[in-house]
């Protein structure tokens, strides 16, 4: 089945700093979604994608989806400590199997000690 | 209702014995799925409920895992036989069209003691 790989796997962030992750896959999606899950949550969605090359930002959140269709990539600017919690990428294609939905397994940004 | 309503929040049962867990999806939105999280993993599917098509049961790791739904309303997913590995945070998510961002409930944690 279709599968996403997402990193880094976790990173930790500095207050001010800018954080990049994102998500490739072995085949094609139609929509890019990117959640943010914070501790006891479900995941909240913040951006999605619904066109290769579509850039689109939420405040300090920018995500891309990718020309090929088999990658995207999420940015946030200047981190502040209520960014941390787990941010995972999902993939959507009308009609395919797992519901349509595939998610990658999360990169979890931390505060730096 | 206004968001994703799961219950309950926690359950904590002993093996063996068979657990329900309810969601009541947002009113009018035709998509439902289960998902399900263990400690600090991502998202593993389970079901998929479109309108009245028939359900997407591809990724119930087994015969002990079940779920319905009435037309497009409240989703039981249930667990017979319960076992320890089956502890995880049961996550429901809902959608408008099956095609757009879906909005998750806050989860069911379970416990198997």
């Known amino acids: 089945g279709q599968q996403l790989n997402q990193s880094p796997q976790s990173m930790f962030i500095q207050e001010g700093e800018d954080v990049s992750m994102n998500c490739t896959s072995s085949?094609?999606?139609?929509?890019w979604l990117w959640y943010k899950q914070d501790p006891g949550e479900g995941p909240v969605l913040l951006i999605a994608l619904y066109k290769a090359g579509e850039l689109t930002s939420n405040g300090r959140l920018t995500a891309q989806f990718g020309i090929t269709r088999k990658d995207s990539f999420l940015n946030i600017s200047a981190s502040i400590p209520s960014d941390v919690g787990i941010y995972f990428c999902?993939?959507?294609?009308?009609?395919?199997?797992?519901?349509?939905?595939?998610f990658g397994k999360g990169t979890k940004l931390s505060v730096k000690p | 209702g206004a968001g994703v309503s799961q219950s309950p929040s926690n359950k904590v049962t002993e093996k063996g014995k068979d657990v329900e867990l309810r969601c009541d999806p947002i009113?009018?939105?035709?998509?439902l799925y289960w998902y399900r999280q263990r400690l600090g993993q991502g998202l593993e599917f389970l079901i998929y409920f479109q309108g009245n098509s028939a359900p997407d049961k591809s990724g119930l790791p087994s015969d002990r895992f079940s779920a319905e739904r009435t037309g497009e309303s409240v989703s039981t997913l249930t667990i017979q036989r319960t076992q320890q590995e089956d502890s995880a945070v049961y996550l429901c998510?809902?959608?408008?069209?099956?095609?757009?961002?879906?909005?998750f409930g806050s989860g069911t944690r379970l416990t198997v003691v």
């Open positions: 998510a809902s959608s408008r069209t099956g095609g757009n961002g879906y909005t």
């Open positions: 999902a993939g959507m294609n009308y009609g395919g199997s797992q519901g349509n939905l595939i």
């Open positions: 085949s094609i999606f139609n929509t």
């Open positions: 009113s009018g939105h035709t998509a």
